[in-house]
């Protein structure tokens, strides 16, 4: 037996049978970036831009600077955002920089949310 592996170690590797698992190691590194990297990066632009395509006016958003305002208008690319309590602070900007969205009926039924949580911790 111990014949056989030396016999075997003592012939010379040809070139063609060492393509093949260099070939299959690539392409398994390559899957593995592929479903660790790309696949989850391609998910997140799909949901951001379904996101992004449902904007419509009145709608709360987030920034990628921080801010927070409301949608007072909507062109192809671009936004017209109102910030604060000053009606006069209307700033026109890229979809792509909206991070978040709030849409009016989701923040009231959160506040009727929170408002029952708070009036049921009262009454205990």
Known sequence: MLLYFTEAATEPVSAGSAIVPTL????VV???FYFLL???NSKERK???QVLAALAVGDSVRTTGGF???IIDINDDMVIVEFGNNKNCRIPMVKDAIVE????EDAI?????STKDSKNSKKK
């Open 24 to 27: 299959l190691f690539y392409a």
């Open 30 to 32: 390559m899957a593995v």
């Open 38 to 40: 790309v696949r989850p």
């Open 47 to 49: 949901q951001k831009a």
């Open 68 to 70: 927070i305002g409301t």
């Open 101 to 104: 969205v709030e849409k009016p």
């Open 109 to 113: 039924a959160s506040s009727n949310d």
